[in-house]
């Protein structure tokens, strides 16, 4: 379940599905710069995947990205999300047994798969009244309010501090919440 969580977080962020026949495929893009993420995604889609089968395809001159892939029937059942459209064009919503597992159980792994796919951990450098100051942060960032509101639910549920950070984006800056915050996410790798 813990990997369900994170896989669902990476969906929202990176991933699609689509009918291939009479199946369905899982795809999550990744940047090649993340070998281990890319691996991490690749386990996770294997783990949830109901066939067992994660993989992950390089395309060759197509810019610096990687997709993790997994063939299943029942990705829509396991994903309900799914529908025609960009995902900020779409009500996306927690269907009860998912909201069990990612704000109950998991928020951490979920917290995990967003900032993963479309988040950034980096040092924010201000200057203050002559002085300069540097403090590490977390942003996460989605057009979609439904996703951006997951992200601060799953914040809420681990006592995370944040604040909103213009119109797409949520900051997570107190040294308190950064770290709370690192002991689930850890290093992009």
């Known amino acids: 379940m813990e990997r369900y969580a994170y896989l669902l977080g990476l969906y929202l962020g990176d991933g699609c599905l ?21 691996e991490e995604t690749r386990a996770a889609i294997a783990h949830v995947n109901p066939t067992g089968g994660g993989h992950v395809y390089l ?23 799914h529908a025609p459209g960009k995902k900020h064009h779409r009500p996306i919503l927690l269907a009860p047994w998912q909201r069990a597992i990612v704000m109950d159980r998991y928020p951490g792994s979920f917290l995990r798969g967003l900032i993963h796919s ?3 951990r980096g040092v924010n450098r201000v200057h203050v009244k002559g002085r300069w100051y540097q403090y590490p942060r977390y942003q996460f ?8 509101h997951l992200f601060i639910d799953a914040c809420d549920a681990l006592d995370i501090a944040w604040r909103p950070w213009g119109r797409w984006h949520v900051s997570v800056a107190r040294r308190e919440a950064v770290a709370r915050l690192d002991r689930h996410v850890g290093p992009k790798a």
Do not use: M, V
């Not at 689509?18 to 890319?38: E, F, K, N, V």
């Not at 395309?59 to 029942?74: D, E, L, M, T």
């Open 118 to 120: 479309d988040g950034w």
């Open 18 to 38: 689509s009918r291939r026949r009479q199946t369905w495929s899982l795809r999550i893009h990744q940047d090649l710069a993340y070998p281990g993420i890319i």
């Open 59 to 81: 395309p060759r001159g197509r810019g610096s990205f990687a997709i993790a892939y997994g063939y299943s029937k029942r990705w829509p059942e396991l994903i309900p999300q």
């Open 141 to 148: 960032s989605s057009r979609s309010d439904d996703i951006r």
